[in-house]
């Protein structure tokens, strides 16, 4: 008998100004993208497969292992800031990148955030 996969899709949209974050990823330099832990990304599970999308362009990346965090500080217990995002140097500087997307102060405050580590 063959076995299923329960493995999923999940589609990670990227705005064209965030076209470096795409590249950083495809090219295998960033290995953790975050997002705001609202209901969309809460069903992402450790072996699904995120569809990493910009500006018509679109790439699949597996994903290690997914971990939830209450806050942006808790989220740097675990990660330096650089690692999310290597522009940024402080955890200062990655908490005002993430309150600069609209509605993420609320929805950080609200459902907290996910770290997916990809393959």
């Known amino acids: 008998m063959e076995k299923i ?5 999940h589609t990670l949209v ?24 609202s ?18 362009k679109e790439f699949p990346k597996k994903v290690k292992k997914v971990r939830h ?5 808790a989220l740097f217990k675990v990660y330096t800031p650089y690692e999310i995002n290597d522009k940024t140097k402080s955890v200062a500087e990655a908490t ?3 309150y ?12 907290g955030l996910f770290a997916f580590e990809l393959e």
């Not at 990227?14 to 832990?37: H, L, P």
Request: proline share 1%; glycine share 8%.
């Open 100 to 111: 600069g997307y609209s509605g993420y102060k609320e929805k950080i405050a609200k459902f």
């Open 39 to 56: 209901v969309k990304y809460q069903k992402v599970k450790s072996g699904d497969t995120l569809i990493m999308s910009c500006a018509g």
């Open 69 to 73: 965090f209450k806050s942006i500080p």
């Open 14 to 37: 990227f705005a064209e100004v965030n076209k470096d974050t795409f590249e950083a990823i495809r090219s295998g330099k960033k290995k953790i993208e975050t997002r705001a832990g």
């Open 5 to 9: 996969s329960k493995n999923k899709n």
């Open 96 to 98: 005002k990148v993430y």
